[in-house]
């Protein structure tokens, strides 16, 4: 099981963990929700639930790379010259949605945090994490959003660009954000694979 997830009696899958791994998943979740920032209602705690019905999203694309690719356009093709009707049915899009992709990626991320956390409270250095099926899918949503962070971070864009990372020196200042954005694949297809048994 190490490294890897398994299907559990009942649903939803169980991997085991380390204490560096569960350190490294943690921190990048944390990171991933600082940098989609707090929802519409801020980071005060004050919401209006009603307000935050009505809120609307920004117009316009976020400028870091990350935020890009976790939040894009929906109309058009980004390396095509732009087309002012496409980037305007983008900036409506993107108004009325962004706010509610944002808190779905926020809550899937706090999902993560709050399950390593609710493990690494029993003290174990090496424990086994055992989700439910929907807490499954939360951990899917969290983890498909890291791999799509560190590949903007990488510069990965299509299946050559990772083809040229397992050819990275050791001494490459990229190694580390490479190896964590391998093993992240790894986790993220065997998740699939037991939601699909």
Same mark, same amino acid.
């Given at each position: 099981?190490?490294?890897?997830?398994?299907?559990?009696?009942?649903?939803?899958?169980?991997?085991?963990?380390?204490?560096?791994?569960?350190?490294?998943?943690?921190?990048?979740?944390?990171?991933?929700?600082?940098?989609?920032?707090?929802?519409?209602?801020?980071?005060?705690?004050?919401?209006?639930?009603?307000?935050?019905?009505?809120?609307?999203?920004?117009?316009?694309?976020?400028?870091?790379?990350?935020?890009? %690719? @976790?939040?894009?356009? +929906?109309?058009? !093709?980004?390396? =095509?010259?732009? &087309?002012?009707? #496409?980037?305007?049915?983008?900036?409506?899009?993107?108004?009325?949605?962004?706010?509610?992709?944002?808190?779905?990626?926020?809550?899937?991320?706090?999902?993560?945090?709050?399950?390593?956390?609710?493990?690494?409270?029993?003290?174990?250095?090496?424990?086994?994490?055992?989700?439910?099926?929907?807490?499954?899918?939360?951990?899917?949503?969290?983890?498909?959003?890291? %791999? @799509?962070?560190?590949? +903007?971070?990488? !510069?990965?864009? =299509?299946?050559? &660009?990772?083809? #040229?990372?397992?050819?990275?020196?050791?001494?490459?200042?990229?190694?580390?954000?490479?190896?964590?954005?391998?093993?992240?694949?790894?986790?993220?297809?065997?998740?699939?694979?037991?939601?699909?048994?």
């Amino acid at each position: 099981m190490a490294g890897q997830f398994e299907p559990v009696p009942g649903g939803g899958a169980a991997v085991a963990l380390d204490e560096v791994e569960i350190s490294i998943l943690r921190s990048l979740a944390v990171q991933l929700l600082e940098l989609i920032g707090p929802g519409p209602g801020g980071a005060d705690g004050a919401e209006d639930p009603l307000a935050d019905l009505f809120a609307e999203g920004p117009s316009e694309p976020p400028t870091d790379p990350v935020l890009q %690719r @976790l939040f894009p356009d +929906a109309y058009g !093709d980004p390396e =095509a010259v732009p &087309d002012d009707q #496409l980037k305007e049915y983008s900036a409506e899009f993107r108004r009325f949605t962004e706010n509610d992709l944002r808190a779905g990626k926020r809550e899937n991320a706090l999902a993560m945090v709050r399950s390593l956390d609710v493990l690494t409270a029993g003290g174990d250095t090496d424990a086994v994490l055992k989700l439910s099926v929907d807490e499954s899918r939360q951990w899917l949503g969290s983890l498909n959003d890291l %791999r @799509l962070a560190l590949a +903007a971070r990488l !510069d990965v864009i =299509a299946d050559e &660009d990772t083809d #040229l990372l397992y050819r990275l020196p050791d001494s490459d200042p990229r190694k580390p954000m490479v190896m964590a954005y391998l093993w992240l694949g790894g986790l993220q297809e065997t998740l699939v694979e037991t939601l699909m048994a």
